[in-house]
């Protein structure tokens, strides 16, 4: 039986229909295939990404971090140097406060007689030089004078060995200098310091750890006492 045109073109209708309905089914076959790689890569790529941000931001806080710590150290170092320059500055203070009392000392003529027969021989003592040579300031001159008069006879006795000893008239100690004495050797190599401010310097250091406790309080980071 001959098809008719019409029989032809139902036939090519429904052909085209099939291969339209194939070629769509494929398309939304190969759509959905590239959205699930599109996803799968997107969500490899924001992994990626987000483990990126996550290192960043750690190693960030921990530089943050760290940068805290120093900062801390500096300012902790910072704070202790100021507290330990202000105590040194206020110990310093004391110092000179002791030193202009060292004047009451020096306006009892008589106590300071007393007290530069004692620095004088003590200084003799020290030297133990068959010659020396005593330095004081310029008004203490007749005071050490007097000084050496009682002081000589008693090293000779003591050190049983003659002395020569001078009093510098060519130079004096400062007039500014709370008091006491110098004693060289004849050469003037050796120096024996005997005054007022060097004897306050030598007490000061050798207690220093007291007053500091006395000031301060004890140190909770000393572990030991001398």
């Known amino acids: 039986m001959a098809l008719t045109d019409i029989d032809v073109q139902k036939q090519i209708k429904h052909m085209m229909a099939f291969i339209e309905q194939e070629a769509n089914e494929k398309a939304e076959e190969i759509d959905a295939k590239a959205e699930e790689e599109f996803n799968i890569e997107k969500g490899r790529l924001v992994q990626t990404q987000r483990l990126k941000i996550m290192d960043y931001f750690e190693k960030k806080e921990k530089q943050i971090e760290q ?24 110990i310093l203070e004391l110092l000179k406060e002791a030193k202009m009392r060292l004047s009451r000392i020096v306006s009892d003529e008589e106590f300071y007689q007393d007290l530069l027969d004692k620095l004088v021989l003590q200084a003799l003592l020290r030297l133990l030089e068959p010659v020396m040579i005593v330095r004081c300031r310029e008004q203490d001159f007749y005071l050490v004078q007097s000084a050496l008069l009682r002081a000589i006879p008693q090293y000779m006795m003591l050190c049983q060995k003659h002395l020569e000893v ?4 060519t130079e004096y100690l400062s007039s500014n200098a709370a008091g006491g004495v110098e004693v060289y050797s004849s050469d003037r190599k050796i120096k024996v310091s005997n005054t007022l401010e060097s004897r306050l310097n030598l007490a000061a250091m050798q207690n ?19």
Do not use: H, Y
Request: proline share 2%; hydrophobic share 35%.
């Open 208 to 226: 220093m750890p007291e007053i500091r406790r006395t000031l301060f309080g004890d140190n909770s980071n000393r572990k030991f006492f001398t």
């Open 166 to 169: 001078q009093i510098d008239q």
């Open 67 to 90: 940068q805290k710590k120093i900062q801390l150290s500096t300012m902790r170092n910072q704070a202790r140097i100021t507290v330990l320059r202000a105590r040194d500055n206020l």
